[in-house]
């Protein structure tokens, strides 16, 4: 039985929607499970269009944990991202805002919020932002976009996630039916099981997360951008995450930020096994 039922507001009869969340990633499943794996979250994984893959989080940390779950996504976005060259799109909502945190590399996260009735509270910098670095086509998609950030008493929140993600068909998002923005994370959970081709991603030690690892460089998605590829930009990428690891989980101990503490545990952990990899394997 499903325990992520929707929450009633005070003295209303509508239900509020209940917390969830989707981590749509600009990649094929090959190249996002290994990195997906360091998160050590169980989640499911399945495409979401020919260039586009979408986890779905097994567990609802922000339930259990001191992180709403705006900042847990983001948390996990940013880990995602900042070891890959493709950009991480978390949507998240809960019973009072809704909305999108964009992580791409190593540079800042960019995103935009709006209130369950629809009201946007975020700067419209962001939505350009946004969408110059998923190179949105901007004379098709830039009045859509603009919407977004304007007021409309007919449109709330789900609504609001549904014109983002109809922007993004453009660009080759193709979520399965029934991965919706707005269901809970029990629904979500039930509709990515039965996909064709899913997989389960949980951490199963390093030793599991190397071979995901090499087995991703021997199918050839991620070619010399990972660790332990034995190219000049694998060695300075992995020494860039260590280093900037360090004061990101400082970040997290300080703030008990998990998301932080997460994001900076990754790339220590993927930065560190790059170099050993590089170290036990010298070139010629």
Known sequence: MSTDSPQRRPGGSTPAPAPGALLLCRAHPEAVAPAAQLLRERM???????EWSVLVPEGKPWLDGAEPVDRVLTGWAGALAVGAPWPVLALWWDADRSGYTLASGFRRT????WLTNGTPVGEDEAMRTFAARLALDPVLDAQPLDDLTRPDPTANARTRMLGLLAVLTRAGVALPVGLTP???????R??????PG???????????????ELDAIEHGRLGPWLPWAGTPRARALAAAQLAA???????GLYRRSGG??????????????????DLAHPRD
């Open 110 to 113: 960019v995103g935009y919020i």
């Open 182 to 188: 707005g269901e809970p994370a029990d629904r979500l």
């Open 44 to 50: 499911l994984l399945t495409p979401a269009g020919p």
């Open 260 to 277: 932080w503490i997460v994001a900076g545990g990754l790339l220590i952990g993927h930065g560190a096994l790059g170099l050993l990899y």
């Open 190 to 195: 039930e509709v990515a099981r039965v996909q």
């Open 198 to 212: 899913v997989q389960r991603i949980e951490w199963t030690g390093w030793r599991g997360a190397v071979r995901m």
């Open 245 to 251: 690891g360090l004061p990101f989980t400082a970040w």
